[in-house]
């Protein structure tokens, strides 16, 4: 399965590790390397009324208004997660 939230789409960011330049000169800029910002998934169990669902959920999700709504029953679980 992908590094992808299954509640809110949330998914790995592209981005630069930059080492301290040392120096404001043009000719000494800090070397830069490609890096990737993975999101922090946690596997969550859920009580539906089909029965229990497993799943992965950003840890920023967690605490969140929407996903707390789901899990006490207030707001159904999305359609693409129901089969």
Do not use: D, Y
């Given at each position: 399965?992908s590094?992808?939230?299954?509640?809110?789409?949330?998914?790995?960011?592209?981005?630069?590790?930059?080492?301290?330049?040392?120096?404001?000169?043009?000719?000494?800029?800090?070397?830069?390397?490609?890096?990737?910002f993975?999101?922090?998934?946690?596997?969550?169990?859920?009580?539906?009324?089909?029965?229990?669902?497993?799943?992965?959920?950003?840890?920023?999700?967690?605490?969140?208004?929407?996903?707390?709504?789901?899990?006490?029953?207030?707001?159904?679980?999305?359609?693409?997660?129901?089969?």
């Amino acid at each position: 399965m992908s590094k992808v939230c299954q509640i809110s789409g949330r998914k790995a960011q592209a981005g630069r590790w930059t080492r301290h330049p040392h120096s404001g000169a043009w000719a000494h800029r800090a070397p830069q390397k490609a890096r990737r910002f993975e999101v922090n998934l946690q596997t969550v169990t859920i009580q539906t009324p089909s029965g229990k669902k497993r799943i992965k959920v950003a840890a920023r999700m967690l605490t969140s208004k929407s996903f707390q709504a789901i899990v006490t029953g207030q707001k159904p679980l999305p359609k693409h997660l129901m089969k």
